[in-house]
């Protein structure tokens, strides 16, 4: 019998990475671009996207971010948080192999006596998911109204039962995060100062456009590290001339929120 065991990041329940992706931000670090990230260490341009599109929102500081001219035109680099946590993911996960590689070698005594724990792991299909801090909660008869602050200091408003809110524990102060479906997002351009009914409006830059057959996937990064991605139609998408780097606001209902805390 032999013991293994890999190290993982969480922040407030949501994994922030563990091998796999401090790997891919060595990379970014090393090569200077996602493309050539992706590459050397074997995942698709699009998952490396995601990847650290998750951990910039979760880390509450952008982990990556863009280099702007230069002689190759720009590029892609760590922030100084960045190559902390890489520096520090090496030193633990080095502390960790030496532990489980002692502990390996008695496994023979420790079979019977160890049961192995596996907590449970929330699953969604939000696209967005944003952890953050309760900076003001409204409450009403049958609804309370919950303001989200998350990475950058941009807040996210929602909508949810009175029930729910007690449920859950919400309070100002408390830790909690929102998910936000990619297909309740809608991206909209020179709005100016039109007045809108839906509650929340993050404005940022288009940092990827990935067309479809009939739907297209736009990332829009937000001041502050943080990134919202949104599915609009393709017939859309070429009717807002969306390109990468054109200023952009994503609109979402507070009721298209959901509201969570941490396990």
Known sequence: MELQGNVWMTIDGQKLGGQDRVALLAAVASEGSITAAAKAVGMSYKGAWDAIEAMNNLAGEPLVERVAGGKGGGGTRLTGRGTQLVENFRKIDAAHR?????LSAQSHALADDFLLIQRMKMKTSARNQFSGKVVALKQGAVNDEVVLEIVGGQQIVATITRDSSDSLGLAVGVEAFALIKASSIIVATELGDVKLSARNRLSGK???VLPGAVNTEVSIELPGGGAIAAIVTRDSGEALALEVGAEVSAIFK????????PA
């Open 98 to 102: 030496e532990f489980v590689s002692h």
């Open 254 to 261: 507070a009721s298209s929120v959901i509201i969570g805390t």
């Open 206 to 208: 288009v940092s990827r």
